[in-house]
């Protein structure tokens, strides 16, 4: 069984800078992809980023590209979204999660998601 936790969430304000931790525990594998959505108050929830655990390779969601920064490390079980130059429109809770196999970015695809974690950007 999978299990994620995130952390660094936080207030900041617009033009400013977070980064993001999922811890895991339990197996991972090599076939694991690993993503990052977010969920904004009365909107669906949304895909950010995406790794693939294996060889870390990184898909973008359009409004983070050139922003946003996923990488992982596997030693220590950890994916990482480094967050710069945030908008107001980046407020929102942010989840990780994770795909046994092929999980895009797809919000179905991923079987085990974290608790959250509140970002609010101030304008």
């Known amino acids: 069984q999978v299990q994620l936790v995130e952390s660094g969430g936080g207030l900041v304000q617009a033009g400013g800078s977070l980064r993001l931790s999922c811890a895991i525990s339990?197996?991972?594998?090599?076939?694991?992809?690993m993503g990052w959505f977010r969920q904004a108050p009365g909107k669906e929830r949304e895909f950010v980023s995406g790794i693939t655990w294996s060889a870390g390779s990184t898909t973008y969601g359009d409004s983070v590209k050139g922003r946003f920064t996923i990488s992982r490390d596997t030693a220590k079980k950890l994916v990482l979204l480094q967050m710069s130059s945030l908008k107001p429109d980046d407020t929102a809770v942010y989840y990780c999660a994770c795909a046994s196999r092929g999980g895009g970015t797809a919000v179905g695809r991923y079987a085990y998601w974290g608790q959250g974690t509140q970002v609010t950007v101030s304008s």
């Open positions: 339990g197996p991972t594998f090599s076939w694991y992809d």
